[in-house]
């Protein structure tokens, strides 16, 4: 598979000139060419701040697309909340399922794939608001499954930029891939820059690569 940043960008979708100009009055502008593929995950990164949320749900509609995320099953049960919640792209992921939280999402990718639907999972691989030692990796442990171009999406206060335009495919060398990945995201500022996690793995967090170590997601 060829380096998805080579690749044509077959899908861009026309977004709310509404979301746009909301953004624009608060300083902000999302960079956006187009994606590689129907399917694929987005890691977002840093996560600081509850405003990344209403940045994220901003720059979504102001890009026209349809991004899932992962929450927690329990969340949908709540009356109101749990539908606006999937009306936003929100899927539930049920932690007891027999093929794990990222068996279900690469199950669901590969229906897509096979209606030819646009799936693309956008997830913080830093799972908190607060300062951890690296980046769980359930995005990774996706990807490889399903063969899934990654694109690699800052939200970046100094400059005020919503960056959706560096993609990647994964290689053999999960430690590559992340040094990769690093480069990509090299001087972007968290709006608590105290917060962000280094671009590392998680001690710990299995990868495709290794059997042992825990399915951090």
Not at 76 to 101: C, D, K, M, S, T
Not at 136 to 156: E, I, N
């Amino acid at each position: 598979m060829s380096d998805a940043a080579k690749a044509p960008l077959p899908y861009a979708p026309r977004g709310s000139a509404l979301a746009r100009k909301v953004l624009a009055l608060a300083g902000w502008r999302v960079d956006f060419e187009g994606l590689p593929a129907l399917q694929g995950v987005m890691v977002v990164y840093p996560h600081t701040s509850n405003w990344d949320f209403v940045v994220g749900v901003l720059a979504k509609w102001a890009l026209g697309l349809q991004i899932h995320f992962w929450a927690k099953d329990s969340l949908f049960r709540v009356p109101l909340f749990g539908r606006w919640l999937q009306w936003l792209g929100g899927i539930p992921v049920y932690r007891n399922a027999p093929q794990g939280v990222v068996g279900q999402v690469v199950e669901r990718v590969q229906q897509a794939r096979q209606r030819g639907e646009l799936y693309w999972l956008a997830l913080s691989p830093e799972g908190t608001r607060r300062y951890t030692e690296g980046w769980r990796s359930g995005f990774y442990q996706v990807a490889h499954k399903a063969d899934l171009p990654v694109g690699v999406v800052s939200f970046d206060y100094g400059r005020k930029v919503v960056d959706v335009t560096r993609f990647m495919t994964l290689g053999t060398d999960r430690q590559a891939d992340m040094a990769r990945m690093a480069a990509m995201l090299h001087g972007v500022r968290g709006k608590h820059p105290q917060c962000a996690s280094p671009v590392a793995w998680l001690p710990g967090a299995r990868t495709p690569s290794q059997k042992g170590g825990q399915e951090h997601v």
